[in-house]
């Protein structure tokens, strides 16, 4: 929120304390399905070092006194090149998690995509929080398809993001080694947790049992999906395996607004997506959440960007800091979306702390544009920016 942060807040100076600070908060199955990279973590950590390929070249003595963050995109003016990326059951780790970013991304004046995974209904999110961004993961069958459009429309969401990197669940070994399972089992480790915990334990998850029930997958199709400790839970994740391009070609059909593709990272998948009728793309390895060894998004963004023209390219995976974000946008990004650190902003201090995360990252944006010696995110370009060898 605006002004002075509170005493919880005043020692988050970056996104990076948030993480160490969930970390504390929250019980570690519910920290490590956050925080959770495949396998041995290369695409994890290739996303963070691919910042390192680039280094800055400042202008000199540009009067920078007047630095505006605005961006547009579809037609609307967001006030930062910044979005709230998605993020699956987040309502598990902060009290009404999905609403709390989205009401925070309302505040801020940027856009937040709602998770298809999310454990609060779309229509409640989209009528509290004013985002009109939905992530989905397309169903198996096209009578599934076809009902979840016609819900996500009713609903009145104008962008609809088709996330096309899930074919099959990922590896979950680092997620068991953590504690957390799918479905979520209780267990002594997790209770023991909790007890440790109890800030989150009462301000989390007991309110939301007795103001809310039992969590359940609220969006993933066109009716309530499973609780989040049925059986039925991997059954309900699994089943796009068979899916192809012609599917896409269906939900261009039967969507009227905007279309964007998410999960691109081959140049070659960002042409067929351009001509399946997408509206703009976000280039994304998921966080390197699932295929470890690939490509960091980063590296993948300038031939992405090239293959498609004029179609707006997007990207996520692995920003953190204001520098990370101008270099993607000298590259040829429209905006850059943010996952894992708003997450833990909520879960650590709500509304306030998600809040607080983006005036960080704005005020980051804000100095860093001064000492590159650009005005305005248009100036950005790969001449800001030398190859590192």
């Not at 994890?44 to 540009?62: E, G, M």
């Not at 509290?128 to 398809?145: S, V």
């Not at 593709?261 to 070659?268: E, F, R, T």
Request: proline fraction near 5%; glycine fraction near 8%.
């Amino acid at each position: 929120m605006p002004g002075k942060p509170s005493r919880r807040l005043a020692s988050i100076l970056n996104l990076h304390d948030l993480e160490r600070a969930a970390k504390r908060h929250l019980p570690r199955p519910i920290y490590g399905y956050i925080a959770n990279a495949a396998e041995d973590g290369r695409t994890f950590s290739a996303n963070h070092s691919a910042f390192d390929d680039y280094s800055f070249i400042p202008r000199a003595l540009v009067d920078v006194s007047q630095i505006s963050l605005e961006t547009a995109l579809f037609g609307q003016r967001y006030a930062l090149p910044i979005g709230i990326a998605p993020m699956g059951i987040s309502a598990l780790s902060a009290y009404r998690g999905d609403l709390v970013q989205a009401r925070a991304a309302a505040r801020a004046g940027i856009p937040m995509i709602l998770s298809g995974s999310s454990l609060i209904r779309m229509e409640e999110v989209l009528a509290n929080g004013n985002t009109d961004w939905f992530q989905a993961y397309l169903p198996g069958d096209r009578a599934g398809i076809e009902a979840l459009i016609e819900r996500v429309r009713s609903a009145g969401f104008d962008k609809l993001v088709i996330t096309v990197d899930y074919p099959v669940p990922p590896n979950s070994d680092n997620n068991s080694r953590a504690g957390f399972c799918s479905p979520l089992r209780p267990s002594l480790r997790l209770a023991l947790d909790g007890l440790a915990r109890p800030r989150w334990l009462f301000g989390t998850f007991l309110r939301t049992l007795l103001e809310h029930g039992m969590p359940h997958f609220e969006n993933n199709y066109a009716t309530r999906g499973v609780a989040v400790v049925s059986r039925n839970v991997k059954r309900d994740f699994s089943g796009r395996s068979h899916l192809n391009w012609s599917y896409l070609e269906l939900v261009r059909r039967l969507w009227p607004g905007k279309l964007v593709v998410k999960g691109i990272l081959h140049p070659d998948d960002a042409c067929k997506a351009r001509d399946a009728g997408a509206d703009a793309l976000i280039v994304s390895n998921h966080g390197g959440r699932q295929l470890d060894g690939t490509i960091a998004a980063l590296r993948a963004l300038p031939a992405v960007v090239a293959a498609v023209g004029e179609l707006p390219v997007m990207v996520d995976s692995g920003f953190r800091r204001g520098t990370d974000v101008l270099k993607a946008l000298a590259l040829g990004a429209r905006l850059v979306f943010i996952g894992r650190p708003f997450n833990y902003a909520a879960a650590y201090a709500g509304e306030a702390g998600v809040s607080h995360a983006i005036e960080l990252l704005a005020a980051e944006l804000q100095r860093d544009m001064a000492m590159l010696g650009a005005t305005r995110i248009e100036e950005l370009s790969a001449q800001c920016l030398i190859r590192n060898r």
